[in-house]
C-alpha cells in the first residue's frame, strides 16, 4: 500500500509538470495556429542549461527560472519573426508543411548543439533537503517544491488569462480571430506576444522538471507528444482541464511501471492520444 500511495504522489507531480509543458503549447496552438514540434526540446535544453548553473555557480533554482524566462522569451519571440511568420504569406497547405519542417529541424539543432555543448548524459539539480515524513508515506522536500511551483504557475497563469488585457485578447484571438481582429486586436503582434510567452512558460516548467527527474538533449520530441495528448484530452486554453489530463497521464505512467512493465510507460499517451482521437475526434475537453 505503501509503495502505490509512493507512486500515485510521484504520478501526479509528473503529470503536474506535463501539464505545465502543455499550458504554452495550447497557448501557442490556439492563437498562433502552429502544432510546434521543438516545445518540449525547448523544456531539454533549458533543463541542461539550468543543471550547468546549478554544478557551476550553486544558483538557486528559483534565480536561473527567473533568468531562463526572458531568455527564451526573446528568443522565441526573433525565432517566430524570422522564421515562422513569413509562412503566414503562404496557402494553407505549404504553412503547415513549412511550419511542421521549421519546427522539426529546430527540434534537431537544439538537441545536436546542446549535446555538442554540454554531452548527451543525463543531467538534474540534486538538491538536498530533508524528506518528510507522514507515517509510512515519505515525501521528499523536493517533491513539496516541485508541488508548490506547479500550483503557483497555474494559478499566476489562470489569473493572466482571466484578469488581464492579454489574456482576454489570447481567448478572444482564441475563440474568433477575425472578430478579435475587427476589434483592435493586433493579430501578427499577438500571435508573435502568445508564442513567446507560451515557450517562456517551458524555462519554469524545465527548472521544475530537473529538480526531480533527469534530462538530456535527446528527450523533448516525447515530452511534445505527452503535451499534445494533453491538449487533445483537456482542451485548447483550458488550464483547469490541462492539468487534470497531466495528472492522469503521470498516475497512468505510474500505475503502468509499477504494475506492468516500466518501458511501456512512455507509449501509453501515443495509445491514450489514439484512442481519444478515434473514439471523440474533437476531444474530451472543450476549448476554453
Partial sequence: MEVLLQVLIGGMLLGGLY???????????????????????????????????????????????????????????????????????????????GTVLVTVGTLMILSDLTAKAAGATQRNIPLRLPALEFGEIVVSSTQMLILGGTVVLTIVMHLLLKHTWFGRAVRAVTQDAVGAQICGVRSVHMKALTFAFGSATVAVAAVLYVLSFPVDPYMGFGLTVKAFTIIVVGGIGNLPGALLAGVFLGVAEGLTGLYWKPEWAPALSVIAMLLILVVWPKGLGRSA
Fill in 19 to 97: 501539464a505545465l509543458v502543455a499550458f504554452g503549447l495550447s497557448l501557442i496552438y490556439g492563437v498562433v495556429r502552429i502544432l510546434n514540434f521543438a516545445h518540449g526540446t525547448l523544456l531539454a535544453v533549458c533543463g541542461v542549461a539550468a543543471s550547468l548553473a546549478f554544478s557551476a555557480w550553486q544558483m538557486h533554482p528559483a534565480l536561473i527560472a527567473a533568468l531562463l524566462a526572458p531568455l527564451l522569451f526573446a528568443f522565441a519571440w526573433a525565432y517566430y519573426h524570422l522564421l515562422l511568420r513569413p509562412l503566414a504569406s503562404r496557402n494553407h497547405f505549404e504553412g503547415t508543411v
